[in-house]
């Protein structure tokens, strides 16, 4: 069983930093592509930034040069440093995780956190 436990969420002011967390436990054998996605209240859940098994990562461009991805094999956690935070990356922040040969023929992750809260403000 699949099981992604998010971590790191909080307050922070504008242009400060938050370094999130995603402990990962019950990935099979088969290569994942992990990510972190966010939902604002009324809005829908936009991709954040991905990462594939082989290290190559996306961005939204509204985080591009902010946000950095990345991921610890040997303990199987995946983080996203969040720099320069503005007031629209307050959300609740998820963590997911997919086999990649499923994201790249265009099936949706499958496998969820339960989100963390980022709050920004000025």
């Known amino acids: 069983q699949v099981k992604l436990v998010e971590s790191g969420g909080g307050s922070v002011q504008v242009g400060g930093s938050l370094r999130l967390s995603c402990a990962a436990s019950?990935?099979?054998?088969?290569?994942?592509?992990m990510g972190w996605f966010r939902q604002a209240p009324g809005k829908e859940r936009e991709r954040v930034a991905t990462?594939?098994?082989?290290?190559?990562?996306t961005y939204a461009d509204s985080v591009k040069g902010r946000f950095t991805i990345s991921k610890d094999n040997p303990k199987n956690t995946l983080y996203l440093q969040m720099n320069s935070l503005k007031r629209e990356d307050t959300a609740t922040y998820y963590c997911?995780?997919?086999?990649?040969?499923?994201?790249?023929?265009?099936?949706?992750?499958?496998?969820w956190g339960q989100g963390t809260q980022v709050t920004v403000s000025s």
């Open positions: 997911a995780a997919e086999a990649c040969v499923a994201v790249q023929a265009g099936r949706p992750y499958g496998h």
């Open positions: 019950g990935l099979t054998n088969s290569v994942h592509c």
């Open positions: 990462i594939h098994s082989d290290g190559r990562t």
